[in-house]
């Protein structure tokens, strides 16, 4: 039997739930951003916004220079996790096999489905019009293919309220003026790598000997032949996997540019603390601690240092990257973002330690996670931790997943 894959892909989703969430920004031009300051990053403009010129990863400043009448509104990282998860849900409600490729698109498995549900395109229509009657008034475009690859293409063609199905025999026709960067997995290093060979479309990338991109690209190199033509043969996880998580991680952008040591320490603390939460949420201890630190002039220094044990407490995090920060000279140097990531994970076996002080301290941060879980971030903290002056974080990665059980990130 043909497989049938489904990819949905939520259209221009933070803009969109912020639209559904107010009725007043209806119609309206608006820019979702991680802070309204002139420092503040354009996660995802409204597609009012987008016809004035305005895209994703602009600051505020340049987004209402190009649309002066634009309205800023701050990232709601609960709101867009809570709707994902109900659009799962959906999902889940046609087949078992939901893959959430990203926060605000997934790819549904629905071979076999057609005596329940009706025909892809009708099973495609009967989505897009729950996600409306059900969950929010928001669009999706959708695109139907043989495989994932061509699946995701698909959707990206007609945007916004599309749905495209790229047939098996129409395959060859799609990709032989198909743009190689618009082909999930190669990026802008590789799309620029293939047009200094004349590379600029599928077709063309098609016709190219694959020994000659394998001697060029390695194991890449078949994978981009198959690409070329269409072929995929990834499978759609049922919906209890769980892909594993390989690190957890925070940073900030701060809000002035710093040369102040004791500034960048207490951002870092923050910072450590919240990773540290996450890590205890999804029962991980990890022992290596990586470093961000990034200068006015946008330069990134990273560094890290694994631990000889385990760990999941704030304070432990803190110190290591503390460490790693001394090496720099912070008053010359100066800071813009600073972040800190735990790597190297294993599963938090639930076993109290036999030396007391250890116990204790166990008891003491599950004890603080309770009380935070019921009245939120930070009711409870530790005493150095200036609540004053606490950095509110509400952004979300785009590519948060549900599937991995850890919700909240920075970007």
Known sequence: MERVILHVDMNAYFAAVAQATNPRLLGKPVLVAGSLGTRGVITCPSYEARKYGVRTGMTVPEGKRLCPQAIVVSADAHNYVTT??????????????????????????????????????????????????????????????????????????????????????????????????????????????????????????????????ERRFGKIGRYLHLMSKGEDRSEVPPYYYYEKVKSIGHSCTLQTDTH???????????????????????????????????????????????????????????????KILNKYSIETLGVRLVGVSVSNLTHKVSQLSLFWRERRKQLLLKAMDVINDRFGDFSVTWGRLDLKNLHQNNLISPAWRPNKKIYFGNI
């Not at 004791?262 to 990890?286: M, N, P, T």
């Open 84 to 213: 994902s998860l109900r659009l799962r849900e959906l999902f889940e409600q046609f087949t078992p096999q939901v893959e959430n490729f990203s926060i605000d698109e997934a790819f549904l498995d629905i071979t076999g489905t057609e005596r329940l549900f009706g025909p892809p395109v009708q099973l495609a229509n009967t989505i897009k019009r729950r996600i409306r009657e059900e969950i929010a008034d928001i669009t999706c475009s959708v695109g139907i293919a043989p495989n994932r690859l061509l699946a995701k293409l698909a959707s990206g063609i007609e945007k916004p309220d599309g749905l495209v199905v790229i047939t098996k025999d129409k395959i060859a026709e799609v990709l032989e003026k198909t743009p190689v960067e618009e082909m999930c997995g190669i990026g802008p290093k590789l799309t620029y790598q293939l047009k200094m060979w004349g590379i600029k479309t599928c077709g063309q990338l098609s016709r190219f000997p694959v020994q000659t991109l």
């Open 260 to 322: 102040d040591r004791e500034v960048v320490r207490r951002y870092l603390l923050q910072l450590s603390e919240q990773v540290a939460r996450r890590l205890r949420q999804g029962s991980y201890q990890g022992k290596t601690i990586t470093l961000v630190v990034r200068k006015p002039d946008m330069v990134t220094l990273v560094e890290q240092t694994t631990l000889k044990f385990f760990t999941d407490d704030g304070v432990q995090i803190f110190q290591t990257a503390n």
